[in-house]
């Protein structure tokens, strides 16, 4: 058995914590990452991925799902300090996050540049940006043979995606951080429309749920409100893009509904967030129905009216810490440097002050550590202060909840299920509620949860599909047809198409070899015939466009009588017709040797050496031969076989089937009836019309020969022939008219006789149909044989043929339209 391919997922951040995304997928000898982020409770190398673990130079694609540092900050140092520009890999986003990535990075390294844990210099940052490649939503992007993939949008900030990865047929969904609830600018995340066989989802808040957004904001705005009266402070540290333009936009809306806080500012402490607001207003067509409607009214919802920023003197934050009450909005989120640390050790000792945490925090970072609400706080010098602020926490985290998420993995509907981006405790608790969830509906769906470095190795059921286009396509095949063409195989996809349609469909060319043997004939052409028909059945005889005697054997294989003493075999090469030229040649070639030659030739015989007798491996073109090959058969495997011809129509009318003439098989009390026009089995048991099915199909198998079973090339032309009594025209020219697939033709002197067909099923069509008509006429010569042979089996024959006298005798036989089938 052939190794199965596995996808192997490996975790180099992310696996059972919050930070340094990076998710490695490896699946027939294609390699994508995605993501690339840093982990914020650690600073320089430590903040990293375990990029050692992976040889940078296999890596095909590198996707980001969005800009956010914990996702997208290690890029530059993978791309710049590791051996990723050796191989080919391609880096892609979508256009916003790209844009705002470059906002993110200069901060991010002007924040760094001022430590020793400095990762990447400002040009290296500016060479990586230059490599990116921006795409869409639900743009479909194949970057190499073998991968395509597809981004959706998927909330959380502007410009974040979710990724629909195609790995030579194998669909994974990575999702990133995304939100299923659409807020005041910002589209809920979409569920795509294909169901992948693997989703990687974050489980960042495990099985907690949020409260609405209702009233999440009405308690957010009240809390604000509160601070302000008792004269305090209200510190909100926030990133400086993603929530803080969410609550931006609250606190605008409300400061405008409440007078009394006009004389009250709100600052926003991020020159960052300044520049980036254009890039907001730049791609207000991606976000959500209610800022594209203020935005087509000339509404910008991004031009607040109560919002300024801060000034960028030095020392401004002593200064609006002892002004007048005001509302701050500073960077970083965690709070473990940068102005939202300053404020927080300025405003900590005064118990009217309150600070708000709005985000997730991660553990081991000041944002987490104040959520406890200690008596005191560690400086950045390493001093203790006294806190005495109030604390609260709202979360207005742009990541699903528990309901959220579930709902999410019941639309997408995968076999296995990896949670990414979560704490290994509420990871756990996410883990066992799916499983219970499916457990109950009796789904089998397996849930993942690796640690980082801990490679998971999924296997899946091989399943190819092959489109069919062109020809092919034309006609909608119908249910349990046999569909043959051509197999393109392209990049992991499979095509099915007619040959005449490889150029235009594939792009590529055909050409057909001819090939051409000569070989000397010491016998006669008549002689060589009768071999060719006991060697393959039926030959079509003819002549070709030039004139030149001409048989065909099976369809593929010409043999021309080119000169007097010698034949030329002609054929187009394929498997198939190589092989029947071979045995052709084979066959032509020991003619002269054979025993059957000599003994059929030293008989008495015509002057023309034509032999007399047909050769007894040829096609037997009479029905009624036919048929009693098929009962005999039949009669090896079954004993009784009954042969039932269509009854008298002057009585009564008979049905449809009583026309029809069939095999009646008994065993036993059950019994099997085999219609002989359609060579369909109809039986009460089952099991004895599947068995006398499979009978049957060995039956017409054994009596048919090769040419039945092949047809191939154009047909010949037929020879003129004299009319009877006329003497023979040496000089008549060749007509133009083709041959019928399997044409027939008498010996010279004997009666034409007339066209029948070579396939049994046909063969017994036409004898009822005969039966039918004649039946006031002189019954024929094949009714006789029919009587002679089956009906009459005590008569001997002798030489095979036929006794024309016996037909008064077998009346009442016929009468009863039954006869028994005997060897």
Known sequence: ???????????????????????????????????????????????????????????????????????????????????????????????????????????????????????????????????????????????????????????????????????????????????????????????????????IVESTYGVQSHEPREDKETRFTNLVHSIIRRGGHVLLPTFALGRAQELLLILDEYWTKHPDLHNVPIYYASSLARKCMAVFQTYIHTMNANVRTRFAKRDNPFVFKHITNVPTTRGWERKIAEGPPCVVLASPGFMDSGPSRELLELWAPDSRNGLIVTGYSIEGTMAREILTEPEEITTVKGNTIPRKLSVDYISFSAHVDYSQNSEFMELVKPQHIVLVHGEATGMGRLKAAMQDRYKSRDEEIKIHTPRNLETLELTFRSERVAKAIGTLASKPPQPNDVISGLLVAKDYSYTLLDPRDLRDFAGLTTCVVAQRQKVALGVGWDLVRWHLEGMFGQIEEGVDKDGVLTMRVMGAVDVKHTQEHELTLEWDSSASNDMIADSTLALIAGIDKSPASVKLTTNSHAHTHAPKHTHPHADVLDPVTRIQRLAWFLEEHFDSVELHMPEEMDEAEPSEDAREPSLLVQIYEAEAVINLKTLTVTSTSESLRKRVEAVLDMAVTTTSSLSEAFTAGAPLHTEEHAHAGDVDNAGSSPSASPLPPIAEHASEGAESKSEESAGSGDASREYAEATAEGKEETRTENEVAMESETGGAKAEKDNGEDEEGGGEDDEDDEDDAVLQVHA
Request: aromatic fraction near 8%; proline fraction near 6%.
């Open 1 to 199: 058995m052939a190794d199965v391919p596995k996808l192997s997922i490996t975790l180099l951040g992310a696996g059972q914590e919050v930070g340094r995304s990076c998710c490695v997928l490896q699946y027939r000898g294609r390699t994508i990452v995605c993501d690339a982020g840093v982990h914020p409770a650690y600073s320089g190398i430590a903040s990293l991925p375990f990029i050692d673990e992976l040889d940078w130079s296999t890596v095909d694609v590198l996707l980001i799902t969005h800009f956010h540092l914990d996702h997208a900050a290690a890029l530059t140092y993978i791309m710049e300090k590791t051996n990723f520009r050796d191989g080919k890999g391609k880096v892609y986003m979508t256009h916003p996050t790209k844009a705002l990535h470059k906002f993110m990075m200069q901060d991010f390294v002007r924040m760094s540049s001022s430590s020793a844990d400095t990762l990447f210099t400002p040009l290296e940052m500016s060479m990586s940006l230059a490599s990116i490649i921006p795409v869409s939503a639900h743009q479909v992007i194949t970057p190499c043979p073998g991968i395509t993939f597809t981004p959706y949008h998927a909330g959380h900030v502007l410009g974040a995606c979710m990724y629909l990865i195609d790995i030579a047929g194998l669909k994974i969904l990575y999702t990133g951080d995304y939100s299923r609830e659409e807020d005041r600018h910002l589209v809920k995340a979409e569920v795509p429309p294909i169901h992948p066989d693997v989703l």
